[in-house]
C-alpha cells in the first residue's frame, strides 16, 4: 500500500473515531436535583395543537412519567401541585410541510411537534427559592418522512419516535443543567 492510501486510511480511521465519540448516546445518571427536593407532580399534558393526534398526548404522558420515575427515581411523584416541583405543557404545535422536492414534486415531508413546557419550583424554605428557578419553555422537534406515504401512515411509524424524543428533551429542560 502506497503512502497516500495509507494517509487516506489513517484520516478516514480517524474521522470515524472523531464522529463515534461526538455521536454517543448521552446518559441521564447525573440527574440535577436538589437534596430539598422529594416530590414532583406532572400535569397531563394536553393536546392543544390545531392538528392533534388524540394519540400523542397519553403516549408522551405515559413515557414522561415512566422517565421521571425510573431515570429521577429520588423524586416521588404525586397527584397533588402541592409538590416540591410542579411540570405541565401542552403540545402546542403539530404540523406537516414538504421538506424536500426532487424533479418538482415533493419527496419528503416533515412533522414538526412543539411542546410547551411550565416548570414551577414551589420549594420556598427561607425567602429564596432553591434551584433550579420556575420557567417556561417551548421543546420542538421535527421528524422526516417520504412523501409516498400518507400522513395518517407516517403518523403511525413516526409516534414511538416522536414520544422518545420528546420525552428525553423534555427530560433534560427539567432535570439537567444545559
Request: net charge neutral; aromatic share 8%; charged share 15%.
Amino acid at each position: 500500500m502506497n503512502k497516500r492510501a495509507m494517509r487516506g486510511l489513517v484520516l478516514i480511521a480517524a474521522l470515524l473515531s472523531l464522529g463515534s465519540s461526538s455521536c454517543k448516546v448521552y446518559s441521564f445518571k447525573d440527574v440535577s436535583i436538589p437534596p430539598e427536593v422529594h416530590s414532583i407532580h406532572i400535569n397531563y399534558i394536553e393536546n392543544r395543537a390545531p392538528l392533534v393526534n388524540p394519540l400523542l398526548a397519553p403516549q408522551l404522558n405515559d413515557a414522561l412519567r415512566q422517565k421521571i420515575n425510573n431515570q429521577a427515581s429520588k423524586l416521588s411523584q404525586v397527584g397533588t401541585s402541592d409538590a416540591d416541583w410542579e411540570v405541565s405543557g401542552w403540545v402546542s404545535g403539530y404540523n406537516y410541510t414538504t421538506s424536500g422536492i426532487a424533479s418538482q414534486v415533493a419527496s419528503s415531508n416533515r412533522l414538526a411537534v412543539t411542546v410547551h413546557v411550565v416548570f414551577k419550583n414551589h420549594l420556598d424554605p427561607t425567602g429564596k427559592k432553591v434551584a433550579p428557578a420556575d420557567f417556561e419553555a417551548d421543546v420542538t422537534r421535527n421528524f422526516d418522512f417520504s412523501a409516498t406515504i400518507t400522513i395518517t401512515d407516517a403518523e403511525q411509524q413516526l409516534l414511538p419516535t416522536i414520544v422518545s424524543n420528546l420525552t428525553d428533551e423534555i427530560f433534560n429542560k427539567l432535570f439537567s443543567n444545559w
